[in-house]
């Protein structure tokens, strides 16, 4: 008789990631060059300065890495002007979206946060047999009015992605600061800023200031979208000493790679690198916008690498139509969006072959 697990996991769905290159190559014996615009990858690539330094690097691999990161912790509390007890490493920022509820929730509390937001928070809340919460959006950005009503004594932790996936949204710093500012104590506030370095307006939130406060806010960032590290898998948390002494007892040992250590501490001086790729994003998006109107396709106006549309047709065909012609997008139904994608920015060779073959579709359905 096999093991019982958990009652809790009879709820979880595990998360499904955009469709490796890899796969769709073994399934439709593909040998062209594929296009993924389906996991919001940097299109200008992996920052030079990191390369150089894996390179460099590379011999030592037979060695544990830093368990405590120190070089990187020192470096990012220089870049962002805060204190290294206020950061935690991890194994891409979603490692710390596990470990949040793991160090806060227990079986009953309630993880509140939006029908569209990332959905590794609600995983993670279901793997705690936590209540799960989701709170509808309104013209495709979270409801934070909406979100704050729906809050009770059994709310424990709310997930904010700001900007949102898959919504590409954003709010500004006036609602953030007054979202914040009406929690009550006693109620730990992600704030998920994973694509905040392509946000383009100078009235986005100053998050950090939170942390100053001594707010119960945990920042999430990551160098998966910016620097192009993906495959490294490394974000990092921001937050006041006791949410990250009390965080980091969920931590596995040597969570942290030491390439990607060695790596992500380059990246934070490749700042020609970011304005690359923020500028190859920006030319990208006026591209893509543009021919979606063009085409009479409605779009979600975007602060992020990628843009959500809907195409106004069956989905599930476009998405296999799309592939045969080797382009890997992201449907979005396990969002509750059945009607829409999600593309990703990518180079403009790119986005030129995408919008190709979804005419030559949209045209012959």
Known sequence: MPVEPRKALDEVRPYIPGKP????????????????????????????????AM?????????????????????????LGVAEENIFTGNGSVELILYAPLAYLSSGDEFLTSEQAF??????????????TAVPEKDYKHDLNAMRDALNEKTKIIYLDNPSNPLGTKHSRKEIEDFVYSIPDGILIMLDEAYYEFVRDSDFPDSIQFVKENKNVLILRTFSKIY????????????????????????????????GQIAELAALEDEDHVSRTVQLIDEG???LSGEFEKMGVFYIPSCTNFITLKPGIDVKKLFAKLQKRGIIIRPLAGYGMPDFIR????????????????KEILEKP
């Open 119 to 132: 959905l590794i928070g609600k995983i993670s809340a279901k793997v705690m047999g936590a209540v799960f």
């Open 343 to 358: 593309v990703t920015i990518g180079t403009m060779k790119q986005n030129k072959r995408f919008i190709k073959a979804l």
């Open 55 to 79: 390179k460099k690097s590379i011999e030592e691999m037979y060695l544990y890495p830093d368990d405590v990161c120190y070089y990187l912790k020192r470096g990012l509390a220089k870049h």
């Open 228 to 259: 192009g590290l993906a495959g490294m898998r490394i974000g990092y948390g921001i937050a006041p000493p006791e949410i990250i002494s009390t965080i980091r007892k969920t931590r596995i040992p040597f969570n942290v790679s030491r390439l």
């Open 285 to 287: 998006k006026k591209y």
């Open 21 to 52: 290159i890899e796969e769709l190559r073994r399934e439709l014996g593909i040998e062209d060059e594929i296009v993924k615009l389906a996991s919001n990858e940097s299109a200008a690539g992996t920052s030079p300065k990191a390369i150089e």
